[in-house]
């Protein structure tokens, strides 16, 4: 079966550091879209940054751009996400998600396209 775990949420004072990190299993995340999803309190799921990696291509979101950095561990088929200067917007609920791709594919498509998520973890960010 294929499973997404998220690790390393928690809790941080304004202008912190967290790492989270993603685990694949039942599959190789080469050749896939893999993306992080964040959700806040009364606010719609957006996409914070993707990663096709058969391209290398990545995207982030504006909110986040230069303070969020995306790596990968290819023999431990791992995403991380490295977020820096962090804001109390930034508190959500962060998902990981996953969907095959080519060189050619765009991974930034709705979540509905995204067919493996992971469960979540709890970011929060206190001024």
């Known amino acids: 079966q294929v499973q997404l775990l998220e690790s390393g949420g928690g809790s941080v004072q304004a202008g912190g550091s967290l790492n989270i990190s993603c685990a694949a299993s039942?599959?190789?995340?080469?050749?896939?879209?893999m993306a992080w999803f964040r959700q806040g309190p009364g606010k719609e799921r957006e996409r914070v940054a993707n990663?096709?990696?058969?391209?290398?291509?990545?995207y982030y979101a504006d909110s986040v751009k230069g303070r969020f950095t995306l790596s990968r561990d290819n023999a431990k088929n791992t995403l991380y996400l490295r977020m820096n200067s962090l804001k109390p917007e930034d508190t959500a609920m962060y998902y990981c998600?996953?969907?095959?791709?080519?060189?050619?594919?765009?991974?930034?498509?709705?979540?509905?396209?995204?067919?493996?998520w992971g469960q979540g973890t709890q970011v929060t960010v206190s001024s």
């Open positions: 990663i096709n990696t058969v391209s290398g291509y990545t």
């Open positions: 039942g599959y190789t995340y080469s050749g896939r879209c």
């Open positions: 998600a996953a969907r095959s791709a080519g060189y050619g594919t765009s991974c930034n498509i709705l979540a509905s396209e995204y067919n493996y």
